[in-house]
């Protein structure tokens, strides 16, 4: 029932941010949501929006930037579960990923320099960065394996 009713907040929530971005004129520094400790900026927003535009993905602005958002709060209610349940990742297990990640991600600009100059950012800033969301991308994961760890589905479940 409580996790039924934090999803209706939430999709609620998701409703009026959304109506509300799609038409605001100025975008400014804002806290776009909170799902329990967890907070997203509107600047997080618009980081993932050029990220992806520069991906060369052509759905208008505000389709992808409600979808974009949608993803965050999903996100963050997966982080603020694990926060409830006490779900941890092993620190090796994210610099492992995160030496692996930031390899290929030089590999692909040519050089760190390339890459600082990508990102407007430094080695250091990057690396932050990056390791923030391997964290969570690894916490969101375990969560989830939590969640479905109990589930089994049989053939005729899914022909229904």
Not at 51 to 68: A, E, H, W, Y
């Amino acid at each position: 029932m409580k996790k039924n009713l934090r999803l209706v907040v939430v999709l609620a929530f998701l409703f009026l941010v959304c109506s509300n971005v799609l038409h605001s004129q100025v975008l400014i520094e804002s806290v776009a949501g909170i799902v329990g400790n967890e907070v997203i900026y509107l600047s997080d927003v618009e980081n993932n929006l050029a990220q992806v535009r520069s991906q060369g993905n052509k759905t208008p602005l505000d389709i992808l930037r409600c979808r974009l958002f949608e993803e965050l709060l999903v996100s963050k209610c997966f982080l603020d579960q694990a926060r409830i349940d006490s779900i941890e990742v092993s620190e090796s297990s994210v610099e492992g990923d995160l030496n692996m990640t930031l390899n290929d991600f030089i590999r692909r600009a040519g050089s760190e320099q390339a890459l600082e100059e990508y990102f407007k950012k430094s080695m250091i800033e990057i690396k932050i960065d990056l390791k923030k969301s391997l964290l969570n991308q690894q916490i969101i994961s375990e969560v989830q394996s939590s969640i479905a760890k109990d589930i089994s589905v049989t053939p005729a479940d899914v022909r229904r």
